[in-house]
């Protein structure tokens, strides 16, 4: 594999990490996440553990998250660098494709078998910075970062598997084991009854720039958006639609895999509450992984000058020089040194770009 690989790091900021009381929210009883990621880091290596049993939940229906594995753990003084497996959707232990090229209606869907101890998904890497606070998902060919997965994945963990949980092991009636948590606990002796798992990380954003924009929302006369979808994708642009209720017009394809779209119309926020509302759902809908993912506002009097909401997002291109191995994944071992010798740029991203 070629090395010089460009990978879009993001920040975030722990927002909510630990277990707590149920229906409080306001402090973790147990919130110190290097003794979570150090339970997890023994756990998915004790004894001869599979891959297959380092899932932490079982999803409910089609529309959780799929399951999630840890593929690898590593820690470096008080951080650690997690990359976790991400199931795809699979047919009857078959993977179902199409060709991209066939004609709408006329496409034939392929299935590629695999067998009952293959897992099909994709890698997803996060690098935590715990004295920080922080954790920095790491992107590479994959428009997806992965992060609900991973507080899906951790929060389940914290609830059942961490070392505060005190459980008991139980027969059943089929001769089958169970596990029955009875409460979370410490050291020193301190039992609880009703805690939940919680881990939420939040989008590190310029606070300058939004605070602009919102404290001049009365000014905002015009509305700009970006957006590259793949050809496969296309339906999925009636996503976009929602918060302008505009129609996209094509600005330029690029090659026959992808098509840009771009809008100007005019725009002016009733409020400032709404203007608010268009950004987290802008953020909630953007895989913030391209700069043709974008949002942006012209102010009166200055229409040429497009504030982007690109820019105030705590992300950027890093190139790393390390190469992946035969099976297509970065060695965590080299990958973890290079975040380390890179951590300072890494916090950096937090502070304002320039326009």
């Known amino acids: 594999m070629s090395s010089n690989t460009i990978a879009k790091i993001t920040l975030y900021k722990v927002k909510e990490c630990g277990l707590y009381e149920r229906g409080n929210d306001e402090k973790a009883i147990f919130g110190n996440l290097e003794v979570f990621l150090n339970d997890l880091k023994e756990w998915v290596t004790q004894g001869d553990k599979e891959l297959k049993e380092t899932c932490t939940y079982a999803p409910f229906d089609d529309k959780d998250v799929k399951k999630t594995f840890c593929y690898d753990i590593k820690k470096i003084k008080n951080d650690f660098l997690?990359?976790?497996?991400?199931?795809?959707?699979?047919?009857?232990?078959?993977?179902?494709?199409?060709?991209?090229?066939?004609?709408?209606?006329?496409?034939?869907?392929?299935?590629?078998?695999?067998?009952?101890?293959?897992?099909?998904?994709?890698?997803?890497?996060f690098y935590f910075m715990v004295k920080e606070g922080k954790v920095a998902t790491i992107s590479f060919d994959y428009t997806q970062n992965g992060r609900l997965n991973l507080e899906k994945y951790l929060k389940e963990f914290f609830s059942k598997l961490s070392s505060y949980v005190l459980s008991s092991l139980q027969r059943n009636t089929d001769d089958s084991f169970e596990h029955i948590i009875t409460g979370w606990g410490d050291d020193e002796g301190n039992v609880y009854k009703n805690l939940v798992g919680r881990l939420h990380l939040q989008l590190i954003r310029n606070k300058g720039k939004i605070d602009f924009l919102t404290k001049n929302h009365s000014q905002i006369?015009?509305?700009?958006?970006?957006?590259?979808?793949?050809?496969?994708?296309?339906?999925?642009?009636?996503?976009?639609?929602?918060?302008?209720?505009?129609?996209?017009?094509?600005?330029?394809?690029?090659?026959e895999k992808?098509?840009?779209?771009?809008?100007?119309?005019?725009?002016?926020?009733?409020?400032?509450?709404?203007?608010?509302?268009?950004?987290?759902?802008?953020?909630?809908?953007?895989?913030?992984?391209?700069?043709?993912?974008?949002?942006?506002?012209?102010?009166?009097?200055?229409?040429?000058?497009?504030?982007?909401?690109?820019?105030?997002?705590?992300?950027?291109?890093?190139?790393?020089?390390?190469?992946?191995?035969?099976?297509?994944?970065?060695?965590?071992?080299?990958?973890?040194?290079?975040?380390?010798?890179?951590?300072?740029?890494i916090l950096l991203l937090e502070e304002e770009k320039d326009e």
């Open 82 to 125: 997690l990359v976790t497996w991400n199931e795809s959707a699979t047919t009857n232990n078959k993977v179902p494709s199409i060709s991209g090229s066939s004609k709408v209606g006329e496409a034939n869907i392929n299935f590629n078998n695999i067998s009952d101890d293959e897992i099909p998904g994709f890698p997803t890497y």
């Open 221 to 255: 006369r015009k509305i700009h958006q970006h957006n590259k979808i793949s050809t496969i994708d296309f339906l999925k642009i009636s996503g976009w639609q929602s918060f302008t209720n505009k129609i996209l017009r094509k600005k330029d394809q690029v090659n």
């Open 258 to 345: 992808t098509i840009k779209f771009s809008l100007e119309t005019d725009y002016q926020p009733q409020n400032k509450e709404e203007l608010v509302k268009i950004l987290e759902e802008w953020e909630a809908q953007s895989s913030l992984n391209s700069k043709w993912d974008d949002l942006g506002f012209s102010l009166l009097g200055n229409s040429s000058k497009i504030y982007w909401l690109s820019k105030s997002i705590a992300n950027d291109e890093f190139k790393l020089d390390i190469e992946r191995n035969e099976n297509n994944i970065f060695d965590t071992d080299k990958l973890l040194g290079w975040l380390n010798n890179h951590k300072k740029d």
